[in-house]
């Protein structure tokens, strides 16, 4: 019977591939976490005698072989403290604080009053109703033409436009309009266009 023997290579293959990969995952997690019997280089390096291996001449530093040492070299930091940095004036290495504002001491009541009565009232906003044209019929009051933007208004004296403009009265080359919301009167020439 060939299946039987197919079948039981094939668990053996399974078994062999198996206890090698045991091994290797085993061998790797005891090496990752301290078990390896080679000397870690921290202790290499304490065993090795010391050896000044900076020299300092002027300003310079002149190192001599690096090693893989990893423990914390003070005469190293010590020439690094007093490196100068010679670039342009400003030091890329401290940030430049703003100025602090001093602080202003808020106006009293009789200096705002001061203010405001230097000030005057704000001027009220101008009109901006276009008179372009008027229409007359004998025996009927004169109606004007009035745009605002896209709108077109049509009027007599006296009616009110665009729910805050009064016609007040009406010449041949201009119209007089009265702002009803702010008190202001404005005359508006005829322009053509």
Do not use: C
Not at 17 to 46: K, N, T
Not at 52 to 66: E, N
Not at 164 to 186: C, G, M, W
Request: charged share 25%.
């Amino acid at each position: 019977m060939k299946v039987g023997a197919e079948n039981r290579n094939k668990v053996i293959a399974a078994a062999v591939l198996l206890v090698i990969a045991l091994v290797l995952i085993g061998r790797f997690l005891f090496s990752s976490y301290g078990g390896s019997s080679a000397a870690s280089p921290a202790a290499a390096a304490a065993a090795a005698p010391a050896k000044p291996a900076t020299r300092v001449t002027g300003k310079k530093a002149l190192a001599g072989p690096r090693s893989l040492d990893p423990t914390l070299r003070y005469d190293w930091l010590k020439v690094s403290e007093d490196t100068q940095y010679a670039g342009t004036a400003r030091n890329i290495f401290k940030a430049q604080a703003e100025p602090i504002p001093q602080p202003v001491e808020p106006p009293t009541k009789e200096e705002e009053a001061a203010a405001k009565a230097a000030q005057g009232p704000a001027p009220p906003p101008p009109i901006n109703l276009k008179f372009f044209g008027f229409a007359s019929k004998p025996g009927e009051p004169k109606k004007i033409f009035l745009s605002k933007g896209e709108d077109v208004f049509i009027a007599r004296e006296g009616e009110i436009v665009d729910r805050r403009y009064k016609v007040v009265h009406i010449a041949p080359t201009s119209v007089e309009i009265e702002d009803v919301l702010n008190n202001n009167r404005q005359s508006i020439p005829l322009t053509q266009g």
